[in-house]
Structures are given as C-alpha cells and as structure tokens.
C-alpha cells in the first residue's frame, strides 16, 4: 500500500498519508510534524491541518478548534511536537503533556506544546 499525498488547493504545503478523524486521535499519543492554517472551503473560520505521526502512520488531521490552533501558533519553537489531544467537559479541544509511558513510545529526547 503506497502513501497518498492530500493535496487541496487551499494547502500551500504537502501532506503525506490519510486523513484521520479527530475522534481517532484524543488522548492518543501523537507526534505534529507540520502544520499550517489556511482558509476553510466549509466555514468562516481558519482550518488547522496537522501532519501526524500516530501508531507509527503518517497521517493528516483537519480542525476547525480555535484553541489548538492558537496554541500551536503562539509556540516559537518548529515541530516535530509530542502531545496528545484532549476533550474537556466543555467540549473544546486541547493539547495535553504526555505522561512518561507514553513518551517511551517516540524513544527521543520531547519537546511538548
């Protein structure tokens, strides 16, 4: 099985793998390799589309959630990122520290957002 690249017309860079649903992501532990925001073709607000690294797979996440993308654009530092995604009680979206068994699963030195 080859790697599909997602090209959209709005992205300015290239995104490798398959896109994943939000739902298969939470509280999984994720590494963001780039990212960027761009227009959305289906909303007024900014989309995020994160290249991920989960389960050892490249794969692409689109969110419309204004807290995950203000946070990742307010960090200085470049990815590569080592976090997971929460869903508090109010229904937003976070990124959340992974605990120490689930940085042994990327077997590098982390940088968390």
Known sequence: MGVDLVT?????????GDKISLKDVIYKPIMITQYEVSDSRFYSSPMLTLQIVIDDK?????TQSRVLRKTIEKNKDKPPYYTKI????NGCLYFAKLT????ELFNVKIFEL
Do not use: G, N, P, T
């Open 8 to 16: 959209k017309s709005y992205l300015r860079k290239k995104f490798i």
């Open 86 to 89: 929460i869903k508090r009680k």
């Open 100 to 103: 120490d068994k689930e940085k």
């Open 58 to 62: 490249e794969r692409v996440l689109f």
